[in-house]
């Protein structure tokens, strides 16, 4: 399939030295015939080749041409192409009809009459201007043609008396071969229809025209020599053509099998197979959606030679039949492509549905999507088909449609549906912002085999810079069972871990890149043997934000809850590794942290501070000993309150019940309202500051759960 030939103006797959896949050799055949026999009937005559646009009309006459040229041996037709587009005018194109009889004939003294006739014969009914562009003269011929005009026997009548004399004299035919003379203007046809049947009307000289019937008829109810007539604009080509030569039908079983030829040679050029899995779902899209319309070879050309012009970088990159379906609609409905840009975050379920369709049913948002689709120009009858080529695009769509839909598969396969996916379909490569499968998949070959490379490094990179996507993209490599450096990776993570400029995403913002790392480390430390998470975990560790990091995943794994609470009380029926790792992890975080006892609370850092709500999660008791030990010597509750909890969380409230417990399992709530009691039992002071206000607003928050913990005063 390597020679399939995607860009000229040939339709692949259907060459000489090939199978003749759409018939057009066998009818080539039958078309030579047939001038054979118009030949020995009759001196000159006018056959026309007549089928609908893109049905194969110049894949015949390039065959019919190519063979009478391949079989010429001094006896047989002799061929003269006119291509009516090439002229400006109507002068010139009726010039250039003689012109081309004459640039036919054999160039040797037995033609030189006839050649001298023809070009006489052009020359008598061509303009003095026209005849010195179409025939050559210099400025001493011009002056000579006047001068022959003046003085000489130069009628039209009679110069065409002249050339029939010559050409009567030969021996050979002439083969006037014509396309597309449906694109003419209805002054251009009638002219060609002129020349072919009156003016043109010479022994030896045959004509083969082309054309779609319908727009011919079309054209000529346009002229006022038809007028607004079908019946009359038939009785028109009646006269002038004598033969009619109807392209044979393209039948649904020769579309079907030009269809699996192209998609073969495509493939192949890329170097790609299908999957079973793909194999049908693109026979599930071809049958339903896109097999009326590819109908015509030039239908399935300009397809497949977008699929292939198109497909490039992106091989391996994305998913092949999601690509072929983007293509479709690109190529047959652009409008509705540009939909797809416009509407990328309702698409891949990225968006905030708006209140107006926070409660909208599938047929409603279908009906939207009809009338975006009417308005972007899709015809009638092929709204469904649409509408079924996005359902099995994009899950909102296909759920909307009443099938199931699993975002997880759509990601997967890389399917546009995913917007990690989504733009190389839409920019026809990979982003600069975007990762290579290749690069990818390099680098955590790289990071399994500790052999640092670029493309390890751009990973990392991205893992800080694009969190969000490159997690995702690590937990689909998890999903398909891709064997992953998962040491490798968390300690990369833990290196990360603070350094994250990944802006949140999702509803509000929600979805930080914390977040999403912590996600992923808690399923990567799943993925290891329960015997090699305690090391690992230290590991992690072994900075401050490696310890933040490992003692969260180390919640998430050790409990059922997504969040950083309820906090964790060691139970007798935990295994032994996660005794071990809460042990080294509570070692490390009481490295980091020792030096923040040497200075006031209200010097305490970010860092610092989210070490101490860390802590809680792998020794409380160890964390709540060494607070208490501050609190005795350097640090005050309040002062410590205050640090703790950030003076803004709206719209949750300054001390909820996952907050309560977290400042239990840090210092002990009996401790901490002992040592405040005072405080919470004198009426509230009005603020001096900003800080006081704080302070205030801790206190009446404590007071609250205090009067609401059962056997307080």
């Not at 070879?297 to 970088?313: E, H, S, V």
């Not at 609370?601 to 860092?607: A, C, G, P, S």
């Amino acid at each position: 399939m390597a020679d399939a030939h995607f860009f000229n103006d040939e339709p692949f797959l259907d060459h000489e030295e090939g199978p003749d896949l759409l018939g057009h050799g066998q009818y080539a055949q039958h078309v030579l015939s047939l001038l054979d026999r118009v030949r020995a009937q009759t001196e000159t005559g006018v056959l026309a080749l007549i089928g609908p646009w893109g049905s194969g009309k110049s894949s015949v006459l390039g065959k019919v041409t190519r063979r009478l040229r391949e079989t010429e041996n001094g006896e047989g037709w002799l061929i003269a192409e006119l291509n009516p587009w090439l002229y400006s005018d109507l002068e010139s194109l009726t010039q250039a009809l003689f012109s081309e009889i004459r640039e036919a004939l054999p160039k040797d003294e037995r033609w030189s009459e006839a050649r001298k006739k023809i070009g006489g014969f052009g020359r008598a009914i061509s303009p003095l201007g026209k005849a010195t562009a179409v025939f050559g003269l210099d400025s001493e011929g011009l002056i000579q043609e006047v001068s022959n005009r003046v003085s000489g026997d130069t009628s039209a009548s009679a110069a065409k008396r002249r050339a029939e004399e010559a050409l009567r004299k030969t021996d050979r035919p002439v083969l006037v071969v014509m396309d597309d003379l449906d694109r003419l203007t209805p002054e251009e046809l009638l002219v060609i229809f002129k020349l072919v049947r009156l003016v043109g009307h010479l022994p030896g000289v045959y004509y083969l025209i082309s054309y779609d019937e319908r727009t011919l008829l079309d054209v000529l109810q346009r002229s006022e020599l038809v007028g607004n007539s079908e019946p009359r604009a038939r009785e028109f080509l009646e006269k002038i053509v004598q033969v009619r030569l109807d392209l044979p039908a393209f039948r649904e079983r020769d579309a079907d099998l030009l269809v699996d030829r192209s998609l073969a040679a495509v493939l192949a050029s890329h170097n790609l197979t299908l999957t079973p899995a793909e194999q049908q779902r693109l026979s599930e899209a071809y049958y339903q959606h896109l097999q009326a319309r590819l109908r015509t070879p030039r239908a399935i050309k300009r397809f497949f030679g977008q699929a292939d012009a198109t497909l490039g970088q992106l091989t391996g990159n994305v998913d092949i039949v999601d690509f072929l379906l983007v293509t479709f609609l690109r190529t047959s409905e652009p409008h509705a492509y540009q939909l797809l840009w416009q509407h990328r975050a309702e698409l891949t379920g990225t968006s905030v549905d708006l209140p107006s369709r926070s409660d909208e049913r599938p047929e409603q948002r279908i009906d939207r999507w009809r009338t975006r689709l009417q308005d972007a120009g899709v015809a009638e009858q092929h709204l469904t088909s649409v509408i079924g080529l996005l359902g099995m695009l994009f899950a909102p769509l296909r759920q909307a449609l009443g099938y199931g839909a699993n975002t997880q598969a759509i990601a997967l396969r890389r399917g546009i549906g995913s917007i990690d996916y989504f733009d190389r379909y839409m920019v026809f490569g990979i982003p600069d912002d975007d990762l290579p499968e290749h690069t990818f998949d390099t680098a955590l070959q790289q990071l399994a085999e500790g052999t640092p490379g670029t493309e390890a490094d751009e990973l990392l990179l991205r893992l800080r810079d694009d969190t969000q996507r490159i997690t995702r993209r690590i937990q689909y490599k998890r999903a398909a069972g891709t064997p992953l450096p998962v040491a490798s990776l968390l300690e990369a993570a833990a290196q990360q871990y603070g350094h994250l400029t990944a802006a949140p995403q999702g509803v509000f913002g929600l979805f930080t890149a914390d977040r999403a790392m912590d996600f992923l480390t808690r399923d990567l430390l799943t993925d290891l043997a329960e015997r090699e998470r305690p090391a690992i975990l230290q590991t992690m560790a072994e900075t401050p934000n490696g310890a933040i990091l490992a003692a969260r995943t180390l919640q998430r794994v050790t409990t059922r809850n997504d969040s950083d609470g309820p906090d964790h009380t060691q139970a007798a029926a935990d295994p032994d590794w996660i005794s071990e790792a809460r042990s080294l992890i509570s070692h490390e975080i009481a490295t980091h942290i020792a030096p923040a006892a040497s200075r006031p609370v209200d010097e305490l850092t970010e860092l610092e501070i989210t070490l101490l709500w860390a802590w809680r999660h792998t020794a409380s008791e160890a964390t709540r000993t060494w607070i208490n030990q501050q609190l005795d010597e350097t640090w005050t509750p309040l002062g410590l309150l205050a640090v703790l909890l950030p003076p803004d969380r709206a719209p949750f409230p300054l001390i909820d019940n996952d907050t309560l417990q977290g400042l239990d399992a840090l210092i002990g709530l009996e401790a901490l309202y002992s040592c405040l009691g005072p405080l919470l039992n004198a009426p509230a002071a009005e603020p001096a500051s900003p800080q006081d206000e704080h302070q205030t607003r801790i206190l009446q928050a404590l007071r609250e759960h205090r009067g609401n913990t059962p056997g307080s005063e």
